[in-house]
Each structure stands twice: as structure tokens, then as C-alpha cells.
């Protein structure tokens, strides 16, 4: 376990550049090192060719790269394809079956975490805990927007997790609930794209007065039929439809659930020059990640 | 996600039966190939019956109905992969446009995740 909150990279940043044969997983993991990121977060699905199936050869020659470039692995993403079949959807012991297969995977590569995709339902996860404990993986399920801290579904999955305690339960967390202003970046590529000036300062305008505050996170569903109304273009329902699914939550809420927070989805949007998160305040959420004991990665 | 990249560059070529290009996936991760919902093709306008198109892994053509129910092979991420299309009397030489569209079952969205892409190719003669 790292002794302390440390950064890393998930290779899902890399994803363009490995889609288009431009960088090799070795690759990617030389470019993390490169620029002092030393935690690696890694899709199989995505990066490793053959999965679940993978050569007992892939697994020497991932250990040979953390040895080669000083890297740790970190988090193992797993996704759950409950309709794999197109008639009929996976049954409980299907799932867990999948899950079980995610873990082995994450104990081979060396990973701490698994982040757990939402969907995954609670009772599947419960069902897996022994074996995560056994093979010494912690179980983090994603909390991403349009899903918050109170949401009910994930309340259902926190009140399984406290029957077990944090060790080998609980969540990661993507800072894309921290959306406190309108990502500037994605403002001016509407613009750029045919939204008009005016109905984007109306949508920027809109959601940064509704984030922000304490209480429930804002519910923005509202806009699009106000610009519609407003006779606004296909790419101003655009702006509209980006601030409904955006959202804002407070980050006080996260300190209830600090022990169960594994691991941490560190997203941005635009990263200025002066190392600021124009839309999420990181300055806000990182002290109570720290104050809270947090021990994982930071994985941007 | 990756629409602009679905139809790879210079892949347009004759067949016996037809024509074939090349393809990418559209999503962020492979799948198992029983997610594959389908191929849509138009050739300069013309819609192409699904039931002619083949998807074309690692040499071995599938029917949709093939895909359906192969819950092992996978098209992993980038992995480039062929639609066989047949086209009576063929394509001519010269440039075609080809609109291509991929239909993926992705068990977190509620819809299919649908890519699509259009781009002008060189059928050389």
C-alpha cells in the first residue's frame, strides 16, 4: 500500500495515441516515467490485446517494465458486459464470475484497486469481497457524474460496503462530480462548432450560478428546453445537454465517506499555466482527501 | 468516440464479389465480438442490404449471426478489422464515398453506441 497520496497517470489518457499504433503499452508506460508520474492505471480492455486471456509471458513482461522505468501499478479498470449475450442478460453467478476474472488479472499485474464499473450491482460485488481480501485487491466502484455521493444507487453499494469496512470495499472517485464552473475548453469548442455567443454566456452563465453551493447538486435538465425556447441551433442544445450532465457536487460531502475512498480519478478539463483546474477546485477537494487519510493515487 | 478514424484511409479496394475497406472500432476498448450489433454501408448514396456485408478478423469472415453468438473472439481497441461487401458488377475506378456506421451493445449505456463515419476514397483502377 503507498504510505502516502501520490499522482499517477492512467494510460487511458494515452488512448489516441495507442488506438493509432502512434505509442505501444511500453510506450505509454516510458512517457509516464518520462515526466515523473510513476503510478500506471491501465484498461485491459483497451491496451492489452487477448485479455481475459493473457499470456503468462504478458505478466513477465509487465513486471520487467515497472522494474525498467521505476513504475508502480495502480488501478486495473474492469468493465462488466451484463449483455453479453444479445437475449438475455448475465446472471449473479455470471457476474461475479467476471469480476473474479478482473481480480486474478489485477493481482498479476500487481495493482492495489480495481476500479469497479457502476453498473456492477451491489449484491455482486459482496459476493466478491472474500476473494479480493484473498488476492489482496481493494474493490473501488466509480463514482462519476451523473452519479454523486447521495445518490441512491451508490448509497445502496455504500450501505453493502459498511458491513465489510473499508478494506477491501469501496469507491474511487472521479473529479468530474467537482464541476464547479463551466469547462471554458468546452465552451469555446461549441462556439467554434456553430453555437451561437450569447446562448453559450446564457448556458455558462445558467450552470455556474447553479454549481457551487452546498446542499443537493444542481439539476440542470431545465436548460435545453429554455434555449430551445430561445430559438437556439443544434449546437446551442448542445451547450444545454453538456450542463445537464456535468455536475456539481459538494466536496464536504466527501468527507463522510473518506476511508472508503481507494482510489481518485484526477480529470481535468484545461490545466492553465499556473497549474489550476479551471472548472473543478482541486485546492478544495485535495486537503480533505489528505486530512481524510487518503493513501491511493491520484490518477490523471 | 473515435468516429473520424472508423474508415481507415487508402483501404478502398475490388473484390470478386465486390468491394471491401477497412475499419476501427469506435469506442474506447475492444468488446467481445457478440456486442457487435451490426454494420451499416453506403456507397455514394446507395444504401448496401446488410445481409451482404461481412466482417472480416484476422482472415476469418463473420454474418451478423456469427457475431452474435461468439462471445470470445474480440476486436480489440484500434485493431483493424474489414467489412466485405458484395456489389454486383463492382465498384468502377476512381473515387467513391463511402459512409460507414458500427451498432455496439455497451451493457452500461442505455442504447446502442453508435459510430459512424464518412469519408472519400481512391478505388484504383
Redesign the interface.
Known amino acids: 500500500m503507498t504510505v502516502k497520496a501520490a499522482r499517477g497517470v492512467t494510460l487511458y489518457s494515452f488512448q489516441q495515441a495507442y488506438y493509432l499504433r502512434e505509442m505501444s503499452l511500453e510506450d505509454c508506460i516510458a512517457a509516464c516515467a518520462g515526466m515523473g508520474a510513476y503510478g500506471i492505471e491501465t484498461l485491459a480492455e483497451q491496451m492489452m490485446p487477448g485479455f481475459p486471456d493473457l499470456p503468462e509471458s504478458f505478466y513477465g513482461q509487465w513486471q520487467g517494465w515497472m522494474e525498467r522505468y521505476g513504475t508502480r501499478p495502480t488501478a486495473h479498470d474492469m468493465f462488466l458486459d451484463i449483455r453479453r449475450w444479445k437475449d438475455r442478460s448475465l446472471t449473479h453467478e455470471e457476474m461475479v464470475a467476471s469480476v473474479r476474472r478482473d481480480i486474478d488479472h489485477a493481482a498479476r499485474l500487481g495493482c492495489e484497486v480495481i476500479r469497479v464499473i457502476v453498473i456492477t450491482p451491489p449484491e455482486v460485488i459482496e459476493d466478491c469481497i472474500p476473494y479480493a481480501a484473498e488476492r489482496r485487491v481493494k474493490l473501488a466502484l466509480e463514482i462519476h457524474a451523473p452519479r454523486h455521493f447521495d445518490d441512491e444507487w451508490i448509497q445502496r453499494h455504500y450501505a453493502t460496503y459498511r458491513k465489510y469496512g473499508p478494506e477491501w470495499v469501496g469507491f474511487t472517485l472521479d473529479m468530474g462530480i467537482f464541476v464547479e464552473r463551466f469547462p471554458r475548453v468546452i465552451a469555446e469548442r461549441l462556439v467554434r462548432d456553430g453555437a451561437s455567443e450569447q446562448m453559450v454566456r446564457f448556458v455558462v452563465e445558467s450552470y455556474d450560478a447553479a454549481a457551487g453551493g452546498s446542499g443537493a447538486p444542481p439539476d440542470l435538465r431545465w436548460l435545453r428546453a429554455e434555449v430551445e425556447g430561445r430559438g437556439g441551433n443544434a449546437q446551442d442544445l448542445r451547450a444545454a445537454d453538456f450542463a445537464a450532465r456535468m455536475l456539481w457536487s459538494d466536496p464536504a460531502r466527501l468527507r463522510d465517506f473518506m476511508p472508503y475512498i481507494h482510489h481518485v480519478h484526477a480529470k481535468f478539463y484545461e490545466m492553465t499555466d499556473e497549474c489550476v483546474e479551471y472548472s473543478i477546485p482541486y485546492e478544495r477537494v485535495v486537503p480533505i482527501l489528505l486530512e481524510g487519510g487518503f493513501r491511493g493515487y491520484l490518477s490523471s | 468516440m473515435?468516429d473520424r478514424?472508423m474508415i481507415v484511409e487508402d483501404s478502398l479496394r475490388s473484390t470478386d464479389q465486390g468491394f471491401a475497406f477497412d475499419i476501427?472500432i469506435t469506442y474506447?476498448?475492444?468488446?467481445?465480438l457478440?456486442?457487435i450489433?451490426g454494420f451499416e454501408v453506403t456507397v455514394d448514396g446507395q444504401p448496401v442490404p446488410r445481409d451482404t456485408i461481412r466482417f472480416v478478423l484476422r482472415g476469418v469472415a463473420y454474418t451478423q449471426a456469427e457475431l452474435?453468438h461468439d462471445?470470445d473472439g474480440?476486436w480489440?481497441?484500434?485493431?483493424i478489422a474489414t467489412l466485405v461487401v458484395e456489389w454486383p458488377g463492382g465498384l468502377s475506378s476512381g473515387v467513391h464515398t463511402i459512409e460507414a456506421a458500427q451498432q455496439l451493445?455497451i451493457?452500461?449505456l442505455p442504447g446502442p453506441l453508435r459510430g459512424q463515419d464518412t469519408k472519400t476514397l481512391l478505388l484504383a483502377g
Do not use: K, Q
Not at chain 2, 480489440?76 to 485493431?79: A, I, M, S, V
Open positions: 473515435f478514424y476501427r474506447y476498448r475492444g468488446v467481445a457478440s456486442l450489433e452474435d462471445t474480440r480489440e481497441f484500434g485493431e451493445r451493457s452500461y
